[in-house]
T-cell receptor, first 115, second 115 residues
């Protein structure tokens, strides 16, 4: 059974550009969550999608957005990139959201560097 | 609001010695609790989880953790450290039932194994 796949693994962008990251969850999983990991702030919850609907969002500016497709694959977009957006972005998939979902499986992450 | 505190950003033990990584949580209701491990340039791997069943939870790679409600703790232990245990360890909490609000992570503890 394939795990969570994130593409690309590494990305270098310039300030002001936008970027799109992709996440393919484990087959059968309908929930996809995104996290940002930085040395200073640690792991922070960005948002969760379930059945193509955003269920919750963490404390991040509107430049961070996402979507989920009917096949449960998810994309995350960051517009007008800032140096502080440099981070490891992790995607996690779960069978379901809320009650009944107790284990998140993480991908290897996308390392975004903004220069 | 939930929070997680991991005592000690770095813990160093000798190979073969006991590993003890500390985690305390703050939650208005008994939460679900997790320990994840992260190796360099990798995503997170679930070691074990507590979901209100047995208070002593056994996980992979010989790790276990005990949920102590009176102490609001969920410390991770392993009787005998191995060199391959060197990694970053994260304690995380979610509301009962898991899911939509995402996981709240501690800052992480870097485990160093001395030969």
């Amino acid at each position: 059974k394939a795990g969570v796949t994130q593409t690309p693994r590494y990305l270098i962008k310039t300030r002001g550009q936008q970027v799109t990251l992709s996440c393919s969850p484990i087959s059968g999983h309908r929930s996809v969550s995104w996290y940002q990991q930085t040395p200073g702030q640690g792991l922070q919850f960005l948002f969760e999608y379930f059945s193509e609907t955003q269920r919750n969002k963490g404390n991040f500016p509107g430049r961070f957005s996402g979507r989920q497709f009917s096949n449960s694959r998810s994309e995350m977009n960051v517009s007008t990139l800032e140096l502080g957006d440099s981070a490891l972005y992790l995607c996690a998939s779960s069978l379901a959201s809320g009650a009944g979902s107790t284990e998140a499986f993480f991908g290897q992450g996308t390392r975004l560097t903004v220069v | 609001a939930q929070s997680v505190t991991q005592l000690g950003s770095h813990v160093s033990v000798s190979e073969g010695a006991l590993v003890l990584l500390r985690c305390n949580y703050s939650s208005s209701v008994p939460p679900y609790l997790f320990w994840y491990v992260q190796y360099p340039n990798q995503g997170l791997q679930l070691l074990l989880k507590y979901t209100s069943a047995a208070t002593l939870v056994k996980g992979i790679n010989g790790f276990e953790a005990e949920f102590k409600k009176s102490e609001t703790s969920f410390h991770l232990t392993k009787p005998s450290a191995h060199m391959s245990d060197a990694a970053e360890y994260f304690c995380a909490v979610s509301p009962p039932g898991g899911g939509a609000d995402g996981l709240t992570f501690g800052k992480g503890t870097h485990l160093i194994i001395q030969p």
